[in-house]
């Protein structure tokens, strides 16, 4: 009676487990969440061009808008001269990456990617230099 007992309590505990593992592995859902793009380009400044930064991202922003076949709207200008874009509306990580590599097919764009939006880049903050460690 007792190794029958056992051997339908680890049955049991097969089953449970095997339900577990199902069900952790299947996927998450993939939720839209990506709106901005990383966008650099092969020359920072067009020769010949004296156009002011902030100008030449919109007209960029506005050619690979047309180019891409989605609404782009420029949302800053970065230090190294890249740009960041903004679309009319989140996507999926695929539809961003599939976005991205049409982006970066298009005429003088070295540098095409989407960003993460959960990725939190910012460094830990220090301690002020009045505290003291033991």
Known sequence: MLRAGTCLLCAALVMLISLVAAAQ??????????NEFYVRYKEAQ???????GALLGL??????SS???V???????????AHVMRSDRALTRAQAWALA???????GVAVAQPINPDFYSR???RPASSVRRP
Do not use: C, F
């Open 123 to 125: 460094p830990p903050a």
């Open 67 to 69: 180019t891409a076949g």
């Open 25 to 34: 592995s299947q996927p998450e859902p993939d939720i839209p969440k990506v």
């Open 71 to 81: 609404s782009l709207a420029h949302a800053r200008t970065l230090r190294d001269g």
């Open 46 to 52: 067009p020769s010949g061009s004296s156009t002011p």
């Open 59 to 64: 007209q960029r922003t506005m050619t690979l």
């Open 101 to 107: 590599e049409k982006l970066g097919r298009s005429d």
